[in-house]
């Protein structure tokens, strides 16, 4: 198990889009559970942590992957309740 997680990690890293299915996956089981407002929530907040992050150490942000790292689980999130709620 340790060795598929290191294998999807380093996948991840290798495109900014990888990084985007990953967080596409993450958002189902938070979905199902808190809804798409939770959910949209969590991921914008955590993506506005990582951008503070980078700006305490002087790293210059990729707003297109923070923003993708949002956006991308807010619609897998969406519709997952479409697709529950109809």
Same mark, same amino acid.
């Given at each position: 198990?340790? /060795?598929?997680?290191?294998?999807?990690? /380093? #996948?991840?890293? +290798? /495109? +900014? #889009?990888?990084? #985007?299915?990953?967080?596409? @996956?993450?958002?189902?089981?938070?979905?199902?559970?808190?809804g798409l407002n939770a959910?949209?929530? =969590? =991921?914008? @907040?955590?993506? @506005?942590?990582?951008?503070?992050?980078? /700006?305490?150490?002087?790293?210059?942000?990729?707003?297109?992957?923070?923003?993708?790292? #949002?956006?991308?689980?807010?619609?897998?999130?969406? @519709?997952?309740?479409?697709?529950?709620?109809?």
């Open positions: 198990m340790i /060795k598929l997680l290191i294998a999807i990690n /380093k #996948w991840s890293d +290798t /495109k +900014t #889009w990888h990084s #985007w299915v990953i967080h596409g @996956l993450g958002a189902i089981p938070i979905a199902l559970v808190f959910t949209s929530t =969590f =991921f914008l @907040l955590r993506e @506005l942590e990582q951008l503070a992050h980078e /700006k305490m150490n002087g790293v210059t942000p990729d707003y297109q992957d923070h923003l993708g790292d #949002w956006i991308i689980p807010s619609l897998v999130a969406g @519709l997952i309740g479409v697709l529950v709620n109809g």
